[in-house]
């Protein structure tokens, strides 16, 4: 069946680094974009982006650019997200999200990552 | 603030039918498709609604969604202590700084 995996949670310093994976199964990894979606304790989803996994062309929400990176390694069909300098307000779970038939048409979603900022 | 509307909470008894509305603008809800996701409490969210009102295959069709100009619609039918969730709605939006949206996210209490 289709499904992704995510890595398991990170507790992080202030101003490390964190690579979050999302490794798929069930389907041909380069036929489908892959989306990221960030939810703050208690809050609603954000959309960060997506990658076109045939190109590798990442393209990010306002408000990640700059320390959020999407790559992907396309052999073992996994998507990453990198987020460098964490900040306390980083603190979330982050979830990956194939792009199944259209924009914001998201089928599977991963189980999400909770990443965890403090000091 | 969110790019999409939605109220903050909603509730019904079993049996009962609730509406969870969605508002957004011309640049998002009025020219794309409207998504809901379900997110039961300590999961990942799940596809509900696609493309307005198309139920994903193993979606009960208590579940329905319609669209109307710039807002959106998601109606349960029939409630159940199990439909008890966060529902968010989504568009794409058009405009030059803001692409994929989502609604704040509507807190379902079954009584």
């Known amino acids: 069946q289709v499904q992704l995996v995510q890595s398991g949670s990170e507790l992080k310093k202030p101003g490390a680094a964190v690579k979050v994976s999302c490794k798929a199964s069930g389907y041909t990894f380069t036929s489908y974009a892959m989306n990221w979606v960030r939810q703050a304790p208690g809050q609603g989803l954000e959309w960060m982006g997506w990658i076109n996994t045939n190109t590798g062309n990442p393209t990010y929400a306002q408000g990640f650019t700059g320390r959020f990176v999407f790559s992907l390694d396309t052999s073992v069909s996994t998507a990453y997200l990198q987020i460098r300098s964490l900040k306390a307000e980083d603190t979330a779970v982050y979830y990956c999200?194939?792009?199944?038939?259209?924009?914001?048409?998201?089928?599977?979603w991963g189980q999400g990552t909770l990443v965890t900022v403090s000091s | 603030q969110s790019v999409l509307t939605q109220p903050p909470s909603a509730s019904g008894t079993p049996g009962q039918r609730v509406t969870i509305s969605c508002s957004g603008s011309?640049?998002?809800?009025?020219?794309?498709?409207v998504y809901w996701y379900q997110q039961l409490p300590g999961t990942a969210p799940k596809l509900l609604i696609y493309?307005?009102?198309q139920r994903p295959s193993g979606v009960p069709d208590r579940f329905s969604g319609s669209k109307s100009g710039t807002s959106a619609s998601l109606a349960i039918s029939g409630l159940r202590s199990e439909d008890e969730a966060d529902y968010y709605c989504?568009?794409?939006?058009?405009?030059?700084?803001?692409?994929?949206?989502f609604g704040g996210g509507t807190k379902l209490t079954v009584l």
């Open positions: 989504a568009a794409w939006d058009d405009s030059l700084s803001v692409l994929g949206v």
């Open positions: 999200a194939r792009e199944f038939g259209g924009r914001v048409w998201f089928d599977p």
């Open positions: 011309s640049s998002n809800i009025g020219s794309n498709y």
């Open positions: 493309r307005n009102n």
